[in-house]
């Protein structure tokens, strides 16, 4: 078992061995698809490939197996779940622990929150990020305050909602959203946004065991088009820990889940066409999020380039562009830039134009280092 | 290629039969029937493969979904489950509905009843149903009620007078709560909505507890950080109360189902009211709670009023038990909530089928809210003082259990004036020594907002800190307890 053995610090750049595979829509110029630094995981045992679905599923088995009291549901998950993540558990567990709920978004959150209240372990699905609001209530108003206003007698720490977020291409207006800052402005929840199918299993473990309700985001992009060698023993990936992914020094970009790869190929195109050396970061915990290690890249680059697929207005970046600026004043030697979502509903055809492609961060960089 | 399951989940005609049919296990349908598979093309439902697509046509021409094999399959593994599921299936099945030629529109007839053994004058109708407690416990019972109609009328003037900031009383409520609380185990979960002082003192939380929790002193238990009446106590296994609606309901669902799940032979009650019935969260709980047959007992208390909206504008149907059996599929019992003993019965049957046949059950009590909705409502403006009246005269539930104890000579008016008296005593003593104590330490304003502190969290607390430093002489520091701040 490699429970707790993974630290940032282990992080390795390990180009060229284990892979990740990019989509040809991030091919640039008709070149060789950009890896992604894979994080290596110390003394990890024996590998499989997997994808991101994959890994999740995976975790998700090792929650069941050691946890007698951890049960996972939501809409359609009894039968595999219709991103495949949930496939086979319930034939491994039983239906009294993998089971399909009514189709109820609020009341799948409110169950989660009474089975954690009373010692179980509940790993709720959301079926699409986009329809977790009419469970906001019991979200916002209860999981994230039953500990504070219980003066700590009671908890729903052990519950963790998992929900596919994100652009995925054609998803229109409720197939696409990131709706990670809503939740962020929340006190009392941690949302977690995995970027790797090895960092989504080891958040995932991570969220479900940490004592908090914790909202795991997993990029629908890349259920299937992220694939890489995932150790298949018990790992924990530390939450509010974000992860140096590429060293550099002119410029410091973050990013979470599925824009990690987009960043990358911006990056990429920056260091051959400008010869920028661009230091990337992933976020992985938006709350309470690393300001330490996003501060610390700050003080050494000068630069600032946050980007997610959300709006711009009132998204994260607001938050961490805001927070740096406050502690790396001294530092900044130019404007802080966030390439993000347009302040629309995320649009169905005009889907290419919407979001903060490679090109539009290649372009925000330019415009950092030549102020 | 076939699309089979979720998005994108592309298998052929043969893994198909692999996964879901022959692996692993033998599969029979329908006497052996071969399979064709149905080549319909995917439907993009909500960004995912329609289930249409996933059909398989047997030779009868019968089309079976892939996830019914599926199911059957993993039922199969047990032949009990197997049984076991089938016959649920029965129960749901839309072929056993019974057909007609007669174009009807069903319409509301007959109203479910009210389950009542006691009058006014403590006369029990049908003596095979007094729990005939003893004297004892039934002088307990009525002295709860008594304390707690007491402890409300001073509290109520107290929050008057500014002591206290808010307070809402049960008046007209209390058979409901003490009824039902006999009913239950220990260990069996409360969830309530905060018209239920009585069924917590019931069970041991006593009126220094109820008064520290309204005064937000160091000795109540949530830390002084919510509103008065919410409160919350690990010793009697109430989850703390909390003011969002209905939001406990289908808490008290994953409850039970945790209950079930670790073998428990206990259950969860849930109390709302009948405005409360309207949110959407009543009816994910009520369908979550049959559909995953949890043993929860769904308590409705119908006051007639939520705030200054009458019962007759939150709903056209059979009250809210009218819901429960047609509605949820749900065993439901509609009593008077002002009849100790009816409310009793009830409970107590609803708990053994919740924990021995591990379903719900939903009671409704009908009652009337006799005070104000709160000490920031005055319900003179909405509703008669004769109709209050009318509830205090002749459907009054502690009235009720006083001529039953009369008639059997338990209690007498000296008893009453003294213990009238006494319960005063009690509630201002509690209330003095409340009102005296400090607060709770500042720095609770920043824990278990997490289970440790957030580096954030960290850095928030020490800026009000040095804030207080500089201007002690302006914040009420001597209030709270533990203060570390230096004037």
Redesign the interface.
């Known amino acids: 078992m490699l429970k707790n053995l993974v630290l940032s610090k282990s992080i390795k750049l390990t180009l060229n061995v284990r892979y990740f595979h990019s989509s040809t829509k991030l091919k640039s110029g008709g070149a060789s698809p950009i890896s992604y630094p894979s994080l290596e995981i110390e003394n990890a045992g024996e590998l499989q490939k997997m994808n991101l679905f994959q890994s999740i599923n995976n975790a998700m088995d090792i929650a069941l197996k050691s946890d007698p009291?951890a049960?996972v549901f939501g809409e359609d998950v009894?039968?595999?779940?219709?991103?495949?993540a949930t496939v086979d558990l319930?034939?491994k567990y039983g239906?009294?622990?993998v089971?399909n709920?009514?189709l109820?978004e609020?009341?799948i959150?409110?169950?989660?929150?009474?089975?954690?209240?009373?010692?179980?372990t509940?790993i709720a699905e959301i079926?699409?990020a986009d329809y977790i609001f009419?469970a906001f209530?019991?979200i916002v108003?209860?999981a994230a305050?039953?500990?504070?206003?219980?003066?700590?007698?009671?908890?729903c720490?052990s519950l963790t909602f998992r929900t596919p977020y994100g652009a995925?291409g054609?998803?229109g207006h409720?197939?696409s959203q990131s709706p990670e800052s809503y939740f962020g402005h929340t006190?009392?929840l941690?949302v977690v946004v995995p970027s790797t199918p090895i960092e989504a299993k080891g958040l995932l473990l991570a969220s479900i065991r940490d004592?908090?309700p914790v909202i795991f985001f997993e990029p629908k992009l890349m259920?299937?088009s992220a694939v890489e060698e995932v150790p298949i023993g018990d790992y924990e990936i530390p939450l509010?820990k974000a992860r140096v992914v590429k060293e550099g020094s002119d410029i410091t970009i973050v990013g979470w889940g599925s824009q990690m790869r987009v960043l990358l190929q911006a990056v990429h195109m920056a260091e051959e066409k400008l010869g920028i050396s661009c230091e990337l970061i992933d976020l992985r915990t938006i709350q309470?999020w690393d300001?330490?290690t996003v501060c610390n890249s700050v003080k050494k680059t000068g630069r600032l380039l946050i980007s997610h697929e959300a709006p711009k207005t009132g998204g994260w970046a607001a938050e961490i562009s805001s927070t740096v600026q406050e502690r790396c004043f001294l530092s900044l030697e130019a404007p802080i830039q966030r390439v993000c979502g347009y302040d629309t509903p995320f649009p169905l055809i005009f889907e290419k134009f919407y979001v903060p492609d490679h090109l539009k961060n290649f372009e925000a960089i330019k415009k950092t280092i030549q102020y | 290629m076939y699309k089979v399951?979720?998005?994108?989940?592309r298998v052929t005609k043969n893994e198909i039969i692999k996964r879901y049919i022959s692996s692993g296990t033998t599969f029979k349908v329908q006497n052996g029937n071969t399979f064709k598979i149905n080549n319909s093309r995917g439907l993009l439902v909500?960004?995912?493969c329609s289930s249409s697509s996933n059909s398989i046509i047997t030779s009868n021409n019968k089309s079976i979904s892939i996830?019914s094999l599926?199911?059957q399959r993993?039922?199969s593994s047990s032949k009990s489950q197997s049984k076991k599921r089938e016959q649920d299936d029965d129960d749901e099945d839309n072929s056993k509905l019974k057909k007609t030629d007669k174009l009807v529109v069903q319409e509301l007839k007959e109203l479910i009843p009210v389950y009542s053994i006691m009058n006014q004058d403590g006369i029990v109708s049908q003596p095979d149903q007094d729990p005939n407690f003893s004297k004892e416990v039934v002088t307990k019972m009525y002295t709860t009620m008594v304390l707690l109609n007491t402890m409300d009328s001073i509290l109520y003037d107290v929050q008057r007078q500014g002591r206290i900031s808010f307070y809402m009383t049960s008046f007209g409520e209390e058979a409901i709560h003490i009824g039902s609380a006999a009913a239950l185990d220990m260990n069996d979960?409360i969830?309530a909505q905060y018209r239920e002082t009585g069924v917590f003192m019931w069970r041991g939380f006593n009126v220094d507890d109820i008064v520290n929790q309204c005064c937000s002193n160091d000795l109540?238990?949530?830390?002084g950080?919510?509103m008065p009446m919410?409160f919350?106590?690990?010793r009697i296994n109430l989850?703390?109360i909390?003011s969002?609606l209905t939001?406990q309901?289908?808490?008290?669902?994953?409850?039970?189902?945790?209950?079930k799940?670790?073998g428990e032979k206990n259950c969860?009650i849930v109390y709302f009211g009948e405005g409360a019935a309207s949110e959407?969260?009543f009816?994910?709980?009520m369908?979550?709670a049959a559909?995953?047959s949890t043993p929860t007992i769904f308590f409705c208390r119908n006051n007639k009023w939520a705030i200054s909206t009458p019962s007759k504008e939150q709903y056209k149907g059979d009250g809210i038990a009218g819901r429960g059996p047609n509605g949820y599929g749900m065993k439901t019992m509609r009593v008077d909530g002002n009849d100790i003993w009816a409310v009793y019965n009830a409970t107590k049957l609803a708990r053994q089928i919740a924990v021995e046949e591990q379903k719900p059950v939903l009671i409704e009590a009908m009652t009337y809210r006799v005070g104000h909705h709160s000490t920031s409502d005055d319900s003179s403006r909405y509703r008669t003082i004769e109709e209050i009246n009318h509830w205090k005269e002749n459907q009054n539930p502690v009235q009720r259990l006083k001529s039953y104890m009369l008639r059997k000579g338990w209690w007498d008016e000296d008893r009453e004036k003294a213990f009238i008296a006494e319960s005063r005593q009690t509630v201002r003593d509690a209330l003095n020594r409340a009102e005296k104590q400090k607060k709770p330490p500042i720095s609770?304003l920043f824990?278990?907002?997490?289970?440790k502190l957030?580096?954030?969290l960290v850095e928030q607390q020490n800026e009000l800190l040095d804030h207080l430093k500089l201007y002690a002489d302006e914040y009420p520091l001597d209030q709270f307890s533990n203060s570390t701040i230096n004037k």
Not at chain 2, 249 to 259: F, M, N
Request: glycine share 16%; charged share 15%; with cysteine.
């Open positions: 009291k049960c009894g039968f595999g779940g219709v991103f495949r319930r034939d239906a009294h622990r089971f709920t009514p109820c609020q009341g959150a409110g169950f989660a929150i009474g089975m954690a209240a009373q010692g179980a509940p079926q699409f009419p209530d019991q108003n209860e305050k039953y500990r504070y206003r219980s003066g700590g007698q009671f908890n720490g995925v054609h998803g409720y197939h006190p009392g941690k004592q908090n259920y299937r509010g309470p300001v330490e | 399951g979720g998005l994108l989940n909500n960004g995912v996830e599926y199911n993993h039922f979960t969830f109540d238990g949530g830390k950080r919510q919410h919350g106590s690990k989850q703390t909390s969002p939001t309901l289908p808490q008290a669902v994953g409850t039970a189902y945790a209950q799940l670790m969860t959407g969260d009816h994910a709980a369908n979550f559909t995953l609770e824990t278990d907002v997490y289970d957030t580096p954030n």
